[in-house]
């Protein structure tokens, strides 16, 4: 075991005598912030440069954040299937402001992604519990585990890390980037379950902190909590895609079971996808994505869901091949190991609000430039990877690209700002901020703690929760709706956040996740609000319809010198919107409700309720 990682015991007032971290002062090249695919990659990049790197989870390594639940992975294997194809799917159902720099870095790069992770052991196959034996049957989820036990992902994690030498420290959390006269020193952390501050000097940060939620219900991202978003926007750095909604459902007969509808996900395959687009059926593809993920959950949100006992169970594995993610060629080729997602059946979710507040996969984030390639911030030093903190949005405005895209995608990502974030370190020397500034900075993050009187961080939460979560604030939006929540959330962080109280260090890790949940809500309701239009995973009932017009763009949200929100739109690039002469019933491959009345065209027989 590294130095680094052996526990010692500090006698604090808050607890008396915990186990804390060895040292509460590193010195390091490279500090990469999250240790989920983006944050794994990006570690061993930057350690293959040479360099010294030190990764924080503030969970632990492969079993926080996201990393833990993807059931699926696709790459792009240039032997068997059509670039063009993808690509014409994902501008379509982006609905045209996809980034294609980044589809095309995914073209030229997934295969090598897919071929790291497998040498790693992420990516290895096994039986799943229905195929093994009685596991499913008889809900047997340890006996499961225990019999695959050598094949558990989760571990991978940290045997990654330990083979490259690279040391870690867990459930400690990364507060603040320390910037000091425009100069990038490190990062400021806390051990949560000791309340020890530590210090990282470092010559360069690469943040792969995730997205977030304000409260999860059916969907497992209780760590995720915008922590990386609001360090960046507080840096000054542009936030753009928060008005896209992430897609994921929850089961209407248990909304806040979280293992209802995960629970085998998590311990089975990574199943692999991809093969599964074509010329004669990309458009086909790009529109029933659209129907399933878009408008599945608009239309459910304004007509309700059917009635039942809630016993529907849903088997992936029976799919259509659109749906399941299966190579065409499998079935053919004895040598094609694009089986496609076959996860053993659970409980269907119908319900939109499985994590209010989660955006569309790979869309939100710090905005590093329609063609960056590296996740770099305009402060030297500074890199951003990762669904939720890094805007690469090659996915556009929905989730046209099927089953696995994302868990692929973030590793590219993360391995592309690791790789810039070692090579940076190797150019500068190791500074130091000021004793005072990092005073301050700790003074800061304790603030919570020296209050005797104030809000309770989870009441905070539920509160929150409570205006966001409404589907006519997530789902179905408007100018009254949106103006009503942000002016709710505006007071919370005028007078709640201000005083939260944290009797303990972990109370202290929920009130400065609060504070970062409800700048999040800030800048998502900013955001919808701007977009006065509806397009991908943002649907205004007031605006029903695209506008090409004024909206082929990404909405940018920044804070100026004085402290207030700037929104500006970032105009895409020509040749990624498609052709605008094209009919609007043509263009798009499905239409919101009240759509085509807006539009003025008729619909194609078939058309009921919001979709085609």
């Not at 059916?218 to 978003?229: A, K, L």
């Not at 500068?428 to 005797?452: F, G, H, Q, W």
């Not at 009441?459 to 709706?481: F, G």
Request: aromatic share 12%.
């Amino acid at each position: 075991m590294s130095e680094l990682n052996k526990p010692r015991t500090l006698e604090l007032r808050r607890p008396d005598a915990v186990s804390s971290p060895y040292e509460s002062e590193y010195n390091t090249d490279v500090v990469v912030v999250g240790a989920g695919f983006a944050g794994l990659n990006a570690a061993a990049a930057a350690k293959e440069k040479g360099v010294d790197v030190l990764v924080i989870d503030k969970g632990k390594p492969g079993y926080s954040g996201l990393s833990p639940w993807p059931s699926s992975f696709r790459w792009f294997d240039p032997d068997r299937d059509n670039a063009d194809a993808f690509r014409a799917a994902m501008m379509r159902g982006g609905d045209y402001i996809s980034n294609l720099h980044w589809y095309d870095m995914w073209i030229n790069e997934s295969k090598s992604v897919y071929e790291r992770l497998t040498k790693w052991g992420i990516l290895s196959q096994y039986p799943g519990a229905r195929e093994a034996g009685d596991y499913f049957e008889r809900e047997d989820f340890v006996g499961y585990r225990e019999t695959f036990d050598n094949f558990d992902r989760h571990k991978k994690w940290i045997k990654v890390l330990n083979d490259y030498e690279i040391p870690y420290l867990e459930h400690t959390m990364v507060v603040d980037v320390i910037v000091e006269n425009n100069k990038l020193s490190g990062v400021m952390a806390f051990h949560v379950p000791s309340g020890q501050i530590i210090r990282i000097n470092a010559k360069s940060v690469v943040l792969a902190t995730g997205g977030g939620s304000y409260k999860p219900t059916g969907y497992p991202v209780g760590s995720d909590t915008f922590d990386g978003e609001y360090i960046a926007y507080n840096l000054g750095l542009p936030i753009a895609g928060k008005e896209f909604e992430d897609f994921h459902n929850t089961s209407s007969q248990g909304p806040g079971n979280v293992f209802l509808d995960n629970h085998w996900q998590y311990l089975e395959n990574i199943w692999l996808c991809g093969g599964d687009v074509t010329n004669e059926n990309k458009n086909k593809y790009a529109d029933n994505k659209g129907n399933i993920m878009v408008m599945g959950r608009v239309k459910k949100a304004v007509y309700g869901i059917n009635s039942g006992d809630g016993s529907e169970i849903q088997d992936v594995a029976g799919a259509d091949f659109t749906r399941r993610g299966a190579s065409r060629c499998y079935e053919e080729d004895p040598d094609e190991v694009r089986s496609g997602k076959k996860s053993t059946p659970v409980a269907a979710s119908v319900l939109a609000g499985a994590a209010t507040g989660m955006c569309c996969h790979l869309t939100s984030g710090v905005f590093c430039g329609m063609y960056d390639s590296e996740g770099k911030t305009e402060i030297a030093g500074l890199y951003v990877a990762g669904d939720g903190i890094h805007a690469t949005a090659p996915s556009g405005a929905a989730y046209p690209c099927g089953v696995g895209f994302t868990s692929c995608f973030t590793s590219i990502d993360g391995y592309h700002a690791g790789g810039a974030a070692g090579e940076f370190s190797k150019g500068v020397k190791l500074s130091k901020a000021s004793d005072d500034y990092i005073e301050k900075m700790t003074k800061e993050i304790l603030e919570p703690t020296t209050r005797d009187k104030g809000f309770d961080a989870n009441w905070a939460r539920d509160v929150l929760h409570s205006i966001m979560a409404p589907y006519w604030v997530s789902t179905v939006k408007s100018e009254a709706t949106l103006e009503a929540a942000l002016t709710q959330v505006k007071y919370m962080s005028e007078h709640v956040i201000p005083n939260l109280c944290a009797p303990t260090s972990h109370d202290l890790r929920l009130c400065i996740e609060m504070k970062h949940k409800v700048l999040s809500a800030q800048l998502k309701l900013s955001a919808a609000l701007f977009r006065k239009e509806s397009r991908g995973n943002t649907y205004r009932e007031d605006y029903p319809y695209r506008d090409d017009s004024n909206f082929l763009c990404y909405v940018v949200i920044k804070k100026d010198s004085n402290g207030q929100m700037q929104i500006e739109k970032e105009p895409i690039p020509e040749e990624w919107t498609g052709d605008l002469n094209q009919a609007y019933d043509k263009r798009y491959g499905y239409y919101f409700p009240k759509e085509p009345q807006a539009k003025g065209f008729t619909p194609v027989e078939g058309f009921k309720k919001g979709g085609r």
